[in-house]
Structures are given as structure tokens and as C-alpha cells.
């Protein structure tokens, strides 16, 4: 049996009174994901425990099968999982976003999606000019960098715990009342503080603000934690596998997780990723690997930037692009399983992740059809079947000779 599971990241979302209360899954056309539902099952099921934040990590956790309560230590350890980069035991990685504040708010949590050469060349500058404070910055993809501290090792749990706020929360709101707090924050709050010259002088910024672009004006840290723990997919279902994301903080599960992670060449994040060159790579996987995570990221930005139309448009083609090739594998290859789902609810309304069941819809051997025909957040609520610990979905369709989400 082969697996695969197709994540579009943050295309659920809540009915809209610009779309006549329908949600932007339900206006999309999507012929193929309507289609895994028709011929497969669909119903909800819950990425985010009730307690948890409701971020890419935690809805990508549960979607590959880890319970997120038992396995999270944060987002930064697992893109510096990914990055290569290990964390000692007296280390704790953050996210470092290169963020424009602007007037006192956060004006953009991308930089203008300042690139991923402009942001090597930013990092270096910090590590240059940063020497004082024990901590290295690496660089990742655009503006998604991390900061990995060096602490006494009685302060490495406080610093673990400290309250940061995801910048992407916060967009064009004052951000003086969302800095790091608590117990240790003193530390966050003065290396934001000392990027803040740094970058300003820099030449990379002078040509982005001449260009008319958005200026990396500070850092901001946050998604922090100690090294993480998973067991391997061969431990757990005695399968191989390989992810393809443009996120550093998907494939970092996939390292730890034991997985193959496949890097395809313009794999951006956005409207203009290589969806070509990700299902090649994917279907190309599937000869050697029994699983295959393909994660598109444009439903999810398209969602924090509030553009509807866009969100849509995000949704059309990663059915177009990646589910219609999957359900065209699906037909040759029988012996496989297709499942479609987003991690999480990125809504308009607010520009940022929710709680909230998701809708999925999976197709393949031994799935029990459940008179779906669209694949939606209200054909999935139609059906009645929730299932409220969401990491529990993906083990069944990896363990269960019959899939029958009905009983
Ligand atoms: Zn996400």
C-alpha cells in the first residue's frame, strides 16, 4: 500500500458574508478534492487540542500522527531539527522573523516576503554585530529565520517558557503590548532591541526601502523551545516516507520523524510555487517510499494577508496542480491511499489560525464511501463524525485494513 496526504495549510475557514455565508473551500471550484470525498470518506476531525495554540506546528503534528500534548516542545526546535542544526541540552531555539514595524504596529511579519538571499545577508550582519549576547542566528527560507541561545543550564527551562507572541497574530496592531513576558524575557526583549540598529544600517535594507519594499526593521522571537522528541515512522507503523514542503517547520517534523526530506527547486510558499516540480518529486517518491506529505503553504498566507480572492484562487490551484494528479495516481494505482486536509483553520475574518474542526477526505483501498459528495466544511459537519483527537486519523489510515469513519 502506498500513502499519501496532501496538506493544504490553513484553507479552512469560516462562511463569510462577502461570499453569501459560504466559506472560500465551499466557492473555490475543486473538482478533484469533491471528488476524493465522493468516491472516499469525508468528515471533521480536530488538529488543535483545546488547549494548545492553534499554529502550523501543532496542526501539522497531529495531522502526521503525533499527539501534540505528548511530542510538542515548539516550532523552532523542529525547523532547526530541519535545518541541520543540533540543539544541546543547554540550548533553546526561537523563531527569528524579520519583521517591518512601522508607527508602533507590526506592519508586516514577512518583510515584504523579503528573500531568502537578503535574509542570509541580514543573519550574518546580527552574528557579526551581536557578538555580546550568547546566541547564533541561521538563516532559513525568506523571512522565517531562528535564533538558537546558549543558556546556564538552571535558566534553559525558563527561557523555554517565557510567552512570545506569533507576529503573525498581530498584524497592524500596536506590538509594545505583545513583546516576550514572563519569568527570563528580559533577554528576548534586548536582542529584539539591539537587531534593531543593525538592521537599519544595512545596505540590503536601504535597497529594499529604495525599491519601494517593506524594510526588515527588527527581529522578532517567538515559537521557542528545547530539543524535540519523536518517534520514527519505521518505530511506529513500520513504514518509509518523504515530505515535501517549502516550510522549514514541516520538514523538520519529517526529520525527526525519520522521514526523507526532499527539497524541490522553487518551492516558494506562495501563489507561485513549483506545484510541478512537488508532485514530480512526490510521485517520484512513491517508487521508492510507502508514504508521501506534500504540504502547499499559499492557503494559509493568502488567508493572513485577508484576501478572499486570493484564498480562493489558492485553494483552486492546489486542487488543480497537486490533488488532480494524485487522484489520476490513485486510478493507476489502485493499492494506495489519498488524503486530503488542511492543519488547521486560517480565517479571513481575523487574518489568523483558529480552533475549530477541519474538514478531510480520504480515497483508496478499503475506504468505505460515506454519500459525501463535496468536499467542504459543511458537507464534512453534515455527516456528523468528529473526530475530537485529530493525530488519531492518520495512524488509522496507515493501520486500518478497512477505513470506516461512519461506525
Ligand atoms: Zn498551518
Known amino acids: 500500500m502506498r500513502y499519501i496526504v496532501l496538506v493544504g495549510d490553513g484553507m479552512a475557514d469560516f462562511p463569510l458574508p462577502e461570499l453569501d455565508n459560504r466559506t472560500p473551500l465551499e466557492v473555490a471550484f475543486t473538482p478533484s478534492m469533491d471528488e476524493i470525498a465522493r468516491i472516499g470518506a469525508c468528515a471533521l476531525f480536530c488538529p488543535i487540542p483545546d488547549d494548545s495554540p492553534p499554529g502550523s506546528d501543532i496542526g501539522n503534528l497531529s495531522l502526521f500522527g503525533y499527539d501534540p500534548k505528548a511530542s510538542y516542545t ?190 524541490v527547486p522553487g518551492a516558494t510558499g506562495y501563489l507561485d510555487t513549483n506545484y510541478k516540480g512537488k508532485v514530480a518529486a512526490a510521485q517520484q517518491a512513491l517508487r521508492e517510499f510507502d508514504f508521501v506529505y506534500l504540504h502547499v503553504e499559499a492557503p494559509d498566507e493568502t488567508s493572513h494577508q485577508g484576501r478572499t480572492d486570493l484564498k480562493i484562487r489558492a485553494i483552486e490551484d492546489f486542487d488543480a496542480y497537486v490533488v488532480a494528479p494524485f487522484l489520476e495516481y490513485l486510478s493507476a494505482h489502485p493499492n494506495t491511499r489519498v488524503l486530503v486536509a488542511p492543519d488547521h483553520v486560517t480565517a479571513i475574518s481575523t487574518r489568523t489560525h483558529a480552533y475549530g474542526p477541519v474538514p478531510f477526505a480520504v480515497a483508496g483501498e478499503g475506504v468505505v464511501p460515506n454519500d459525501v459528495d463535496v468536499y467542504s466544511e459543511r458537507a464534512a459537519a453534515a455527516t456528523g463524525v468528529v473526530l475530537t483527537q485529530g493525530h488519531t486519523l492518520l495512524p488509522r489510515i496507515l493501520k486500518s485494513a478497512r477505513l470506516d469513519f461512519m461506525v
Open 74 to 263: 515548539g516550532r523552532a526546535p523542529l525547523e532547526a531539527v530541519n535545518q541541520g542544526i543540533t540543539i544541546a541540552p543547554n540550548q533553546v531555539a526561537f523563531r527569528c522573523n524579520l519583521v517591518t514595524l512601522r508607527d508602533g504596529c507590526m506592519a508586516d511579519f514577512t518583510s515584504g516576503h523579503i528573500t531568502s538571499e537578503e535574509s542570509a545577508q541580514l543573519m550574518a550582519a546580527l552574528n557579526a554585530r551581536l557578538q555580546g549576547f550568547p546566541v547564533y542566528f541561521s538563516p532559513g527560507v525568506g523571512y522565517r529565520n531562528l535564533a538558537i541561545v546558549t543558556a546556564p543550564p538552571d535558566q534553559v527551562a525558563e527561557l523555554a517558557n517565557i510567552f512570545c507572541t506569533p507576529p503573525h497574530d498581530i498584524t497592524d496592531q500596536p506590538y509594545a503590548g505583545h513583546l516576550p513576558t514572563g519569568p527570563g524575557s528580559e533577554f528576548p526583549r534586548a536582542l529584539m532591541e539591539a537587531s534593531r540598529p543593525v538592521l537599519e544600517e544595512h545596505a540590503v535594507n536601504h535597497a529594499r526601502i529604495a525599491a519601494g519594499k517593506n524594510p526588515a526593521t527588527s527581529i522578532w522571537l517567538w515559537g521557542q523551545g528545547m530539543a524535540p522528541k519523536l518517534q520514527s515512522y519505521r518505530d511506529l507503523f513500520g513504514i518509509t516516507g518523504a515530505v515535501i514542503s517549502a516550510v522549514d517547520l514541516v520538514n523538520g517534523i519529517g526529520v525527526a520523524a525519520g522521514l526523507n526530506v526532499i527539497k
